[in-house]
């Protein structure tokens, strides 16, 4: 190879190289950014679970017939 092709060669594959690097990079932070809003999302999931949590523990049992009170169901 004489000089001028080796230089073009190596030319070209520092411009794949800086192809390959820019597109990483977008990559990186396209993930980034899906990451930041997932990490909203699971913190938004979490207020909610707490919340239904909350309203689940604070029911009022008085609410619901004994069973003695209950009519039997249409099979008996």
Same mark, same amino acid.
């Given at each position: 190879?004489?000089?001028?092709?080796?230089?073009?060669?190596? /030319?070209?594959?520092?411009?794949?190289?800086?192809? #390959? !690097? =820019?597109? #990483?990079?977008?990559? %990186?932070?396209?993930?980034?950014?899906?990451?930041? #809003? #997932? /990490?909203? /999302? %699971?913190?938004?999931?979490?207020? /909610?679970?707490?919340?239904? !949590?909350?309203?689940?523990?604070?029911?009022?049992?008085?609410?619901? =017939?004994?069973?003695?009170?209950?009519?039997?169901?249409?099979?008996?």
């Amino acid at each position: 190879m004489t000089s001028d092709n080796l230089e073009l060669e190596l /030319q070209q594959r520092i411009n794949d190289l800086e192809c #390959q !690097v =820019a597109f #990483q990079e977008q990559t %990186i932070n396209d993930l980034n950014d899906a990451l930041s #809003q #997932q /990490q909203l /999302q %699971i913190s938004l999931m979490q207020d /909610q679970m707490k919340f239904v !949590v909350g309203k689940v523990k604070n029911l009022d049992g008085s609410n619901l =017939a004994d069973a003695s009170e209950e009519t039997p169901p249409p099979h008996y």
